[in-house]
């Protein structure tokens, strides 16, 4: 019985993930309708199987997702369930640095519309879920360190775990560092700027060599009675 029951649940996790893509990829009012949806079932997910810690983390996750489109009361609600979400999978799951690293974003959110003294309480919780979320996983929670240092005007503890995390390969894509408001008390400072042109610079040398391996791959198909011809061309040439 429990077997069926957490087959069934990863079904509707499924279908709960299908939904929120949906959600995300939507820009109107009908988003709301769709995270709504994603989170029924969830709902019956997490009814069916509540051990599983996938599916706390991703409901957080939605959670967080849906908060980030939101302002006032509505944000602030939203990001207060996607901790109360992280937190049940983190108490599933002790050692997932993720849920760890995730839960500390939703507290940074909370964090920015807050009075100062409030806000250090919100930032000295979120740093303490990195701590932990490094001692596991180094870098994962760098960015976010990276983060929490920009908004308090911190830039060079700021600038060390950007390095952090691009060395750890858990930047986001350049196109999110141009636009995320919790860096922008670093975006005009020289050294940021460098950092920006240093990372599209690599990333169209990556465009390259994937580009050159996808070409590679594509000559590699081709058909085997082209080659013929072509073998058969040279040797008619030779004679």
């Not at 240093?198 to 169209?204: V, Y």
Request: glycine share 2%; charged share 40%; net charge positive.
């Amino acid at each position: 019985m429990k077997r069926i029951k957490r087959r069934l649940a990863k079904n509707e996790l499924a279908r709960g993930k299908l939904q929120a893509e949906k959600a995300r990829k939507t820009l109107d009012s009908k988003a709301d309708d769709l995270f709504e949806a994603a989170y029924k079932k969830l709902s019956s997910a997490a009814l069916l199987d509540n051990s599983n810690a996938e599916i706390f983390h991703y409901w957080g996750l939605v959670l967080y997702d849906q908060a980030q489109r939101k302002q006032g009361k509505d944000a602030k609600e939203l990001y207060k369930t996607a901790c109360e979400k992280f937190e049940v999978a983190l108490r599933l799951e002790p050692d997932n640095a993720k849920v760890m690293n995730d839960w500390a974003a939703a507290l940074i959110e909370q964090a920015k519309n807050k009075p100062d003294k409030r806000a250090e309480a919100f930032y000295g919780e979120a740093k303490e879920k990195i701590t932990a979320a490094e001692a596991l996983e180094p870098g994962v929670g760098a960015y976010n360190l990276a983060c929490i240092h920009s908004l308090r005007g911190e830039q060079k503890a700021c600038q060390k775990y950007l390095e952090q995390a691009h060395q750890a390969d858990n930047l986001p894509p350049l196109r999110h560092l141009k636009v995320d408001k919790d860096l922008d008390n670093v975006r005009n400072e020289k050294w940021f700027k460098n950092f920006l042109e240093k990372l599209a610079e690599e990333e169209e040398i990556k465009a390259s060599e994937a580009e050159a391996v996808e070409k590679k791959v594509e000559a590699e198909k081709q058909p085997e009675k082209s080659r013929e011809v072509s073998s058969w061309w040279r040797r008619l040439k030779r004679s």
